[in-house]
């Protein structure tokens, strides 16, 4: 079965950086996009970045533009999102998602269970 397994979150200070990391398993995860998405408390989801299933193309959430870098290592199965430059405002439960196409989409199937981010002093 579909499997989607987020870790790398954590608390970090504002400025600091963090890296996620998604571990896929139960699918061709190379002939798919994956997204990233966050919900910070009280709100609702926020899609954050994408990339296409052989990483030649990414998109961002224009407040993560220069910060936040999207990549995959389809050999490992893995899906990444590298945070810099952290503010309070990132703060956020993140999730992975699988696309339902080789580029991004609206079209989600499946979900992980997501991994806590606080920035905070």
């Known amino acids: 079965q579909v499997q989607l397994v987020e870790s790398g979150g954590g608390l970090a200070q504002p400025g600091g950086s963090l890296r996620l990391s998604c571990a896929a398993s139960?699918?061709?995860?190379?002939?798919?996009?994956m997204t990233w998405v966050r919900q910070a408390p009280g709100k609702g989801l926020e899609w954050v970045s994408g990339?296409?299933?052989?990483?030649?193309?990414?998109h961002y959430l224009d407040s993560v533009k220069g910060r936040f870098t999207i990549s995959r290592d389809n050999a490992k199965q893995t899906l990444y999102l590298a945070m810099t430059s952290l503010k309070p405002e990132d703060t956020a439960l993140y999730y992975c998602a699988k696309d339902m196409l080789p580029y991004t989409s609206s079209w989600k199937d499946y979900w992980g269970q997501g991994t806590q981010v606080t920035v905070s002093s």
């Open positions: 139960g699918f061709k995860f190379s002939s798919f996009a």
């Open positions: 990339i296409y299933s052989d990483g030649s193309d990414t």
